[in-house]
């Protein structure tokens, strides 16, 4: 069964459940406000229904918008700036202790972690539904779900038993990470590597959870977001080297993944 992304964005928020291993919040966050530096006593998994943030962490800092998933280990320290329009999502903390006998899960749950949401984010939107709908079979149907969630996760984080990706792989994604700022394209990327570029694309969106495409914009957009902290340097100047065609396409890629603009970033940070 497919859930309406936009459907499930316009539910009540403001919900709390409790089920055995998770305590799942629905929470709605104000446009342009902030949550100051904390941390959590569990790992939390969260995934963004509508808006977006920017999540700051020990020097680094991630941009999630609509349908992002993101883990967030137990008692690291963050916090987050949300964008230019009220953000909805969900915030599930686990018991990692309930998965110590599930190596792969228990893993997972230790690392930090950022990608779309791609199926597990539909099992997410499956478990809002059910919050939102309770009945007296709802609690066992959001632990089933949010027990999904948790193999999803760790399926999706980890190789093929006993192996790691290929070597091919690894080396386009250090390609990816080398060369983000060029007009890099599929069919030269995989060239490099010696691969059909049919075969790298779909082996890359199953190993990393997203495209080449996206990958080299998140990249992108993370390095403008840095220079944009840490220099006064005009957002024109910023964008080129980071790797965009103009100062528009710039302002309109990052508005979309951190939902504000170049300028509303580095005056919200200054604040």
């Known amino acids: 069964m497919m859930v309406n992304p936009q459907a499930v964005a316009a539910l009540p928020t403001g919900r709390t459940m409790q089920v055995p291993g998770f305590v799942l919040r629905l929470g709605v966050h104000a446009a342009g406000s902030a949550l100051p530096r904390h941390f959590h006593d569990d790992p939390t998994l969260c995934y963004v229904l509508r808006g977006g943030f920017t999540e700051y962490s020990t020097g680094d800092q991630t941009g999630c918008g609509p ?9 690291e320290p963050h916090w987050n700036r949300f964008g230019s329009q009220e953000t909805r999502g969900i915030r599930i903390d686990v018991d990692r202790e309930r998965f110590v006998d599930v190596p792969a899960i228990f893993r997972t749950l230790g690392e930090r972690l950022q990608r779309p949401g791609g199926r597990t984010g539909e099992l997410v939107r499956r478990l809002v539904v059910e919050m939102n709908a309770p009945d007296s079979a709802s609690s066992v149907a959001v632990e089933a779900l949010a027990l999904e969630v948790m193999v999803d996760l760790a399926r999706a984080d980890t190789a093929s038993p006993g192996r790691g990706p290929p070597r091919w792989l690894r080396a386009a994604e250090e390609i990816i990470r080398e060369q983000y700022r060029t007009r890099l394209s599929v069919g030269a990327l995989a060239r490099l590597v010696e691969v059909h570029p049919a075969t790298l694309s779909r082996a890359y969106r199953r190993r ?3 495209t080449i495409g996206e990958q080299i ?3 992108r957009v993370d390095h403008a977001a840095r220079e944009l902290l840490e220099t006064s340097d005009p957002p024109s100047e910023i964008a080129l080297r980071a790797g965009f065609y103009d100062q528009s396409h710039f302002t309109n890629v990052f508005r979309r993944a951190l939902g504000v603009t170049p300028a509303a970033y580095r005056a919200a940070a200054a604040d």
Do not use: Q
Not at 69 to 75: C, H, T
């Open 217 to 219: 914009r998140r990249l």
């Open 208 to 210: 990393y959870g997203c």
């Open 67 to 75: 349908t992002s998933l993101k883990v967030m280990p137990a008692g």
